[in-house]
């Protein structure tokens, strides 16, 4: 707490409170609303927790109107440009970067935890082909509480170390396995000879008939996909995992609790969204048909992947995969081009309207990511699946720092209560 203060007085009443102010490292204060309650008698409200700072972290800070991202300080283009998706993972878990035997050590580590447990593996079965992947996996994680009670108690920080591992390592198997259901081919066992991206496209890829080689541009370009997706501060599903976290749960539950809140299309759900508002708006003459409803109060129709709680600028993630899109297509000599023309042209168009310019509306991580998945051969519907393997890390980051902290209490909000007064009850014969 620094010495600076907020006075909040009463006009009515007269009474003042002296509300504490925390400076960060980075970024805004915040003020101590704690007393509010005691002193006056009242609740703060901020639906959607637009300007509420939920927790203290070490672990990611953004800047939204700079456009700025950085996991532990690192700037998240500096990363996309040196580092690999582990190398980061082992950033936002301990800290720090790592020595090459300390990340040669993580490596090896969760490499050896990719395999789940087969009686888990055939959960999958209990599922109709068309489950939607994320309803596979947020419930195939969810199960793994039932499976590792030897390292269930959350204060132990070895039973909080090897419990991120196992979710880490096993994220890309649990969702190689819910897409190969789903296509009804045999699944394909982790292979600890292959780096953590390749082993997934093998996961994904691979048939028993002919051997598999897995693609280095695509392995490269879903490694520098999954650390743009890594973290991202208290977005809505890691303040999930912090909000489950915080009743003292199991972790697996925590982490399932995130995967449900990120599939949400205003949250992670958004990358399956914008390829489906794209092959709706179908090509270019149609953008101003489907911009004009993007405006309209009156109709639903949203832009998908533009627009930011916390960017009013350019997400930094979007340029980056925007950029990346072009070297993919080219080196995988996909036909999806016309697709990424149409992302660009639609970029175009919306960023010259004064709609969006005044509503500080620009493309987000969302808006190219999957044309890159697609590009990969990645389906649609599994495209939620894979931002949730790269932000378990991010998840697990948060609920290490939460659970860590000796300070830590439950999360239970209030309320602002407009419903019926109280009322005494009426028998049914006398309701009319
Ligand atoms: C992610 O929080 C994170 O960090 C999330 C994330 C992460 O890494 O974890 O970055 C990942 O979730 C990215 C966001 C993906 N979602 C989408 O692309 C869905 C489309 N975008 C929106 O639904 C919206 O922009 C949100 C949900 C992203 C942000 O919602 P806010 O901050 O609550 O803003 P809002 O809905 O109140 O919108 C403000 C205004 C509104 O108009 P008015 O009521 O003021 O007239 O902007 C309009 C909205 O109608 N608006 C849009 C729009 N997004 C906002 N209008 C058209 N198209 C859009 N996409």
Sequence with gaps: MSDKFFELKDVESGTTSRLGVSEGSIGPAVVDIGRLYRDHGVFTSDPGFVATASCESKITFIDGEKGVLLYRGYPVDQLAANSSFLEVAYLLLYGELPTA???????????????INETLLRFFNGFHFNAHPMAMVSGVVGSMSAFYHDSMDIKN???????AHRIIAKMP???AAAYKHSVGQPFVYPRNDLDYCSNLLNMFFAVPCEDYEVDPVAAEALDLLFILH???EQNCSTSTVRLAGSSGTNPYAAIAAGVSALWGPAHGGANEAVLKMLEQIGDTSQIPKYVARA??????FRLM???HRVYKNFDPRAKIIREMCHKVLTQLGTTDSPMFELALRLEEIALQDEYFVEKKLYPNVDFYSGIIYRALGIPVSMFTVMFAIARAVGWVAHWQEMTADPSTRIGRPRQLYTGPTERDYIAV????
């Design 173 to 175: 198997t649990i969702a």
């Design 429 to 432: 014969s006398e309701r009319d």
């Design 295 to 300: 405006k309209d109060r009156d109709d639903p």
């Design 305 to 307: 992947g533009f627009g």
């Design 157 to 163: 920080p070895e039973h909080r170390e090897i419990f």
């Design 101 to 115: 035997s300390e990340q040669s050590e993580f490596a090896g580590l969760i490499m050896h935890h990719t395999m």
């Design 230 to 232: 890594a973290d991202h």
